[in-house]
């Protein structure tokens, strides 16, 4: 005989690394209902139904895909596994894919070498980095129904979701969300927020540590602003941000201006020390190719000069070091910390 099974929707059922950009990967906790919450919300906005087809292109291990999987499993539609066989482009046309999910760099290349791939999607859903204005535009030329979102690991995936746009937002918080700015930092919590971070206490025993403050609000260490229309706009991580000569820099502005130059694929800003300024500019480059104009540097310089304030030009340049990505971000640490130590070995050598 059939015994009827009940599920505990608050059981851990879960873990998953944060990306660890600024830092060491922590493990997050979630349970049933945080993964309904987050899919429930996510349909609001962007309909999802049972005849359609989300491309599994973003990896389990990653909040992202996992989020995908669950969004399905709520509308009954269709999850197509990403082939190894094939190009990601080719398999959206053959296999006739109507949702995928995509980091900007994906979308870019796709854009590059067979925009006709995406003609046919009802949503791409960007997320997990900076979002050029001229991605944007590209796609909206190709008429490529595209999303922005903001999110993470922590809230169950997207937080707040918009129409790609011009005007830098990323709409205002999904269903089972809610979100608030506290001296210009976002704070979020409600249905999606995880358990807990997964941690072994002094007697080698597991535990679910839950940093939120007395009304359960969680600090996202992110920097934001809400347009006239409650609307998020993200100004960068607040502890990135630095202070040159007693004025306030965030390195994701410049690095957003640094990315428009077409020899650009990757660009982090930080604080290099200085006797005079505390810290100054400094950016850390990948090129798109090796053969390079001899004023490339004085260019990227210019260009912030132009479009910021000039004391937020990068003073200093350095190429970026070949360390493999964790997961579907760079660790900004690593990276810097790789550049410093490369540039003392030299300067000692």
């Known amino acids: 005989t059939y015994t009827e099974q009940r599920v505990n929707p608050h059981k851990p ?43 599994l292109s973003l990896p389990l291990f990653h909040i992202g895909g996992l989020a995908i999987v669950n969004r399905c499993a709520l509308a009954s539609a269709c999850i197509v596994i990403k082939s190894n066989c094939i190009t990601l482009a080719q398999q959206l046309e053959q296999e006739a894919i109507t949702h995928v999910s995509m980091v900007p760099t994906q979308a870019l290349q796709i854009l590059q070498q067979a925009p006709h791939a995406l003609s046919a999607l009802k949503a791409l859903l960007l997320g997990g980095g900076i979002i050029e204005a001229a991605l944007i535009e590209a796609l909206a030329q190709k008429k490529v129904n595209a999303y922005t979102s903001y999110g993470m690991t922590e809230m169950s995936s997207q937080i707040t979701t918009a129409k790609a746009n011009l005007h830098q937002h990323h709409g205002r918080p999904l269903p089972n969300r809610q979100l608030k700015l506290v001296d210009g930092v976002i704070w979020v919590k409600g249905e999606c927020l995880f358990q807990g971070y997964l941690s072994v206490n002094a007697q080698q025993q597991y535990q679910l ?92 310089a210019q260009m912030v000069s132009q479009q910021l304030a000039s004391f937020k030009r990068p003073r200093y340049f350095y190429v970026w070091p070949n360390i493999p990505m964790d997961g579907l971000k760079f660790n900004r640490k690593r990276i810097i910390s790789e550049v410093l130590s490369r540039a003392h070995q030299s300067t000692n050598g």
């Open 209 to 300: 540590d839950l940093p939120v403050d007395e009304q359960g609000w969680f600090c996202t260490q992110d920097r934001g602003q809400l347009n006239e229309k409650g609307q998020l706009i993200l100004l960068g991580r607040a502890d990135n941000m630095f202070i040159c000569g007693g004025e306030n820099i965030q390195p994701e502005e410049i690095e957003s201006v640094l990315l428009q130059h077409p020899l650009v694929s990757k660009a982090i800003v930080f604080g290099l020390a200085d006797d005079k300024f505390g810290l100054l500019p400094a950016a850390i480059i990948e090129y798109q190719q090796d053969a390079l104009p001899a004023n490339i540097e004085q260019q990227l």
């Open 13 to 55: 059922v879960n873990i998953i690394l944060t990306s660890g950009s600024s830092g060491t990967p922590k493990a997050a906790v979630h349970g049933l209902i945080n993964h309904i919450a987050s899919a429930q919300g996510s349909s609001s906005y962007i309909p999802l139904h049972h005849n359609d087809r989300w491309l």
